[in-house]
């Protein structure tokens, strides 16, 4: 298991609760060339990819008028051009291995709302480009599946710059009990577990009291 994320202390972390079977490898997405050399070194350590999850992300909510674009440009290139390249440079070895890609993605790619259109952008577009991959793939036995998490109780929100839209959402997840990132794991594993022939493609998990 290849662990890829940019804070490689917290992977160290999970290292030793996985054993060192886990490879830990620092990858800033929004590097092509890094998500080309993550892939590379997967393969020459574990001679092929099987599965691969992409779920880097972030979510800076805010007003389109008067926004940061720099907000925009951070969310564009993580959450749509990151993934985009982590399953280019996959793909070769996935269809080698009529394997898996998830890609994470949201309610917010189903959902517009007032205060997140940037980041409905960037979620419609993987939802969009996931699809497509799907369709070109899937004759040859690779199994493409989209996870649309709702309201999940993780630091994403920490990240928003945006002092209302912080408190927005801060609001948002009060009235209702957030998932927890082991629901979503729940569901990343009942789809990358069915026999070969049964592909699960999309899967939106709410928490049952989020109403959009």
Known sequence: MALAARRTDRLEALKERLGDAALVVQLDVTDEAQCRAAVASTVEAFGQL???????GVMLLGAIEGADTEDWRRMIHTNVHGLMYVAHAALPHLLASKGTLV???????RVARFGSGVYNASKWGVNAFSESLRQEVTSRGVRVVLIEPGMVATELADHITNPA??????????QMTPLESDDIARAVVYAVTQPAHVAINEILVRPTDQEQ
């Open 165 to 174: 839209a912080k408190e927005m959402i801060a609001q948002r997840r009060a």
């Open 103 to 109: 890609n994470v993605s949201s309610v917010a790619g």
């Open 50 to 56: 099987d599965i691969v999850l992409n779920n880097a």
